[in-house]
């Protein structure tokens, strides 16, 4: 269905057809049939989704100007009352097809009227001028109309266009607004939090290198026999290990980064990421699809090395036995874009949102800083990154890189 079942027009025109039945002087069979036959054109044209086509709405105004002339037909031909009626399918055509359907259906209601000459028994009736001025001015008042139907319904389909474009760019302005919000406030997020981290870190360690210190020396002086102590001793070393290894991690995200911009090729770059991350996902195919145009541009390779290693092996690990991950690059508007796609168990819809933010993780083992500082990366190249997920098939995540010297501060 184009629109509703009943609408307000529809009263409107069964009374305007109703009132040109009651008025009618002959009231004939063939009259009232052709009048209730074009009233119920009229109402069901809206309603039939196949006259949405240019196709079905030229035949269905070919139908309405057949229902006339029939109509103009039995009433009287020329001197029929209903020669008016001729203009809805001229009004017809240029509002729903445009200005050259409206000139092209006013000389066809035009022929049409004018065909009545061929029935008229010019033995016993002849047409003065002031007869012929009167066709003339309907011929003339068939192209007038239409051409004005046809102006404005160009108007409102500018105007519709118009509306339509300015939606869309609203609609995109305010996606980019909710994007820019967010970025502002992962920026302040990431900020607090680093500094936090940073202060934190450097308070820890030193704690944490007496403790190791301790413990080395404890294990030094306990027996041999104390297989109890030793054992012991060797725990609070290698969880000091861990603890100083989560704060070189702490510290790596709350520094800020100093960027060694460079002319490197993005492909050698990422076929050491994805190197790296294989060793690790050895189960695992990795593809790469690299496009061809992309030159050497500036980027810190070091740092993007790091970004799409954590990517990759996180699309790995996400990955089933066997399964495989894509790494595709392309050129897109002055910018490298690099995506790395798994067929993975994805990511739950709720998390979306929170993959980026520092301390966030689902990995039983995980600390939530590595998405971090891809993102935080990503940020000081003055890029972007993005996730696309869809839960028990896979994620895309995509990096844009722009290939110029302009970085964020």
Not at 113 to 123: N, Q
Not at 155 to 160: A, G, P, Y
Not at 261 to 267: F, Q
Not at 373 to 387: A, F, N, P
């Amino acid at each position: 269905m184009r629109s509703r079942l009943v609408r307000p027009q529809d009263f409107v025109w069964v009374a305007a057809f109703a009132v040109l039945a009651a008025t009618s002087q002959y009231h004939g069979t063939r009259e009232m049939s052709l009048l209730f036959a074009f009233a119920a054109v009229q109402v069901a044209e809206p309603k039939i989704p196949a006259l949405a086509t240019t196709r079905g709405r030229v035949l269905w105004t070919l139908l309405k100007l057949a229902l006339v002339y029939l109509l103009i037909g039995f009433t009287g031909g020329l001197t029929s009352r209903y020669w008016v009626v001729l203009l809805l399918p001229v009004v017809s055509a240029a509002t729903a097809l445009g200005l050259v359907a409206s000139l092209i259906f006013a000389s066809l209601a035009s022929i049409s009227y004018l065909s009545f000459l061929a029935f008229v028994d010019w033995r016993y009736y002849t047409i003065d001028s002031p007869e012929i001025s009167e066709i003339i001015l309907r011929v003339v008042l068939f192209v007038m109309v239409g051409n004005l139907a046809a102006t404005l319904a160009e108007e409102l389909r500018m105007q519709s266009e118009s509306s339509r474009r300015t939606a869309m760019q609203l609609a995109e302005a305010n996606v980019q607004l909710r994007n820019a919000t967010e970025a502002v406030r992962r920026s302040d997020r990431l900020a607090a939090l680093g500094q936090l981290s940073a202060g934190l870190a450097h308070e820890l360690r030193n704690p944490l290198g007496t403790i190791r210190a301790s413990a080395e020396m404890l294990g030094r002086t306990v027996s041999g026999e104390n297989e109890i102590a030793r054992e012991v001793t060797g725990f609070i070393s290698s969880e000091v290990d861990r603890a100083n290894s989560l704060i070189t991690r702490f510290l790596q995200f709350a520094r800020p980064l100093e960027l060694k911009l460079a002319p490197a090729d993005l492909a050698h770059v990422l076929d050491r990421s994805i190197a790296e991350a294989a060793r690790e996902a050895p189960g695992i195919a990795i593809y790469k699809n690299y496009a061809p145009e992309i030159p050497p541009f500036p980027f810190d390779a070091e740092l993007v090395e790091r970004i799409f290693y954590n990517l990759v092996l996180n699309a790995a690990q996400a990955t089933p036995a066997g399964g495989a991950v894509t790494v595709k690059t392309r050129a897109a508007a002055g910018t490298a874009e690099i995506a790395v796609i798994d067929r993975g168990s994805g990511i739950d819809p709720k998390n979306l949102d929170s993959i980026f933010n520092p301390f966030f993780t689902t990995k039983p083992q995980g600390v939530g800083l590595g998405l971090a500082i891809v993102s935080k990366i990503v940020d000081e190249h003055g890029g972007k990154i993005t996730v696309e997920s869809d839960p028990g098939k896979g994620s895309i995540f995509r990096v844009l890189l722009p290939m110029t010297l302009k970085t964020q501060n």
